[in-house]
Each structure stands twice: as C-alpha cells, then as structure tokens.
C-alpha cells in the first residue's frame, strides 16, 4: 500500500469519526429538547423538530413552539438555533412571530409582533457543574404589544431594542451588567411618541 493509498484511507477513517461524532451529538440535543418537555419547571414542546447542519454546524429548528413555565404559556410558529461544532458556547437564535404570552390564571394574553428578532448566548465552560453565562443579547425592529383580548388594541412600539447582560466577576462574586436601549418608542393611548429608553444595571 502506497502513501496516497494510505493517505486516502486516513481521510476517510477522519471523515468517519467525525460523521459518527456529529450524529452522535445531535442525538444528544434531540433527546434533551424531548427531555424538556416533560421538565417540573420549564417545558418545551414543539409541533416539529429537525437537526441539520451537518458537517460543521448544528441548526436546531423547532416549529410550532411551546413553552410552559406555571400558569405561563409562550408560543412561536418557529424558532431556529444554530451553534459552530468548534464554537458549541455561543448560539445565535431566530424567532418568527407572532409571540403569545398567556396567563392561564388570570387569562390574560399578550402578543408580540416583530419584522425581525435575533438572540446571541455565549457561554463559559462545556461541562453543566462549569456553565456560565458569558453574553446574552436579543436585537428586535419594529416590534409591537398587542392584547388580542381587548380587540387587538395597540398597546405599545418600538422601532428598535436592544438587551444585552454581560457577565461581571469581582473577586469571589459574579453579576450581570445590563444594558436595555430602545428608539422610536410609542406608548398607547396617546402618553408619548418617538421616545428613548436608555436603561444600565448591574445584577448581583
């Protein structure tokens, strides 16, 4: 066996184990978003569920999406996820509208329309006991609060938001920075117009 005949075979035995791996863990996603679903805390169901991205990526796409937390029920026709297989800590995350809100206690019921809504997590560490929150951002434009219940009123807009936390460390402790920026806010019934939020926090 010559050295090209060699060479072929470590490039297939490669490919091999990288395709078993990424099987292999895309196994594993599906079966914790099935596990969710039956979570005591919060539950995710989806109507339909597909892991593609194969060989590099892992897009996670969940149609008809519910999720449950108490008497609170969040509802999206779609969302995706995707993640680099050499970049698992940082997702970016797409979510179509409408979004529901929904309080089976109150029965009361918001909705949530948008022309776009991204979501961005970084992660520190792999291991679940190492876990911790790096980054995590929502963008949005044009979003509007409705209360369907009310005969769709306009409740409420935003041309566009921003929300980032941002984690913290001094010495033993660790918090959260937040950071909330909107424009061309409108708050109904006629309080104000193209106005500005601009809000800085830091969490403990």
């Not at 991205?53 to 996670?60: E, I, M, N, S, T």
């Not at 679940?128 to 209360?147: C, F, G, N, Y």
């Not at 950071?179 to 403990?204: C, H, M, T, Y």
Request: charged content about 20%; proline content about 3%; aromatic content about 10%.
């Amino acid at each position: 066996m010559n050295k090209f005949m060699w060479l072929g075979a470590a490039v297939l035995g490669f490919v091999a184990v990288w395709t078993g791996g990424w099987y292999f863990l895309a196994g594993q996603v599906r079966g914790e978003i099935e596990r969710a679903s039956g979570s005591d805390e919060v539950q995710l169901n989806c109507a339909g569920l597909a892991i593609d991205g194969y060989p590099f990526r892992f897009d996670v796409t969940c149609t008809g999406a519910v999720i449950v937390s108490g008497d609170i029920s969040v509802t999206s026709p779609q969302i995706k996820a995707t993640a680099l297989v050499y970049r698992p800590t940082h997702i970016l995350a797409f979510v179509d509208a409408p979004i529901s809100v929904s309080d089976a206690f109150s029965g009361s019921r918001e909705q949530f329309t948008f022309s776009s809504l991204q979501l961005s997590a970084r992660f520190s560490g792999l291991l679940p006991d190492e876990l911790a929150i790096a980054r995590i951002s929502m963008v949005a434009s044009t979003l509007e609060w409705r209360k369907p219940l009310f005969g769709d009123r306009l409740e409420g807009r935003l041309d566009e938001l921003e929300v980032h936390l941002v984690a913290l460390e001094d010495n033993s402790e660790r918090g959260l920075a937040a950071f909330v920026q909107a424009s061309g806010v409108k708050a109904e019934p006629d309080l104000f117009e193209n106005g500005k939020i601009d809000i800085r926090l830091e969490l403990a």
